[in-house]
């Protein structure tokens, strides 16, 4: 079971210092659009006059807060590989 808090982010276990190095690099060009749970789309007022794809996109691009993550990711990281 893994805690998360306001400080403490647990990455995936197979990353490695330079991996996190590199992908802190790439920002904000390495961002993806959210991945949005299919309830989601079918709760849309009108989720039946929508094509599902369009519906998906406009659901993941409201969930996005790119500007907000990309603020995140510049803030000062410390990185403890022991654990």
Excluded at 35 to 46: E, H, I, W, Y
């Amino acid at each position: 079971m893994q805690r998360l808090t306001d400080s403490h982010v647990r990455l995936r276990q197979d990353l490695s210092p330079a991996d996190w190095k590199t992908a802190r690099a790439e920002l904000p060009d390495s961002f993806t659009l959210p991945t949005v749970d299919p309830r989601a789309v079918r709760g849309l007022k009108f989720s039946v006059a929508l094509p599902p794809r369009l519906a998906t996109i406009t659901l993941a691009e409201r969930l996005a807060d790119f500007d907000s993550a990309l603020a995140a990711a510049r803030e000062p990281v410390r990185v403890d590989w022991s654990t």
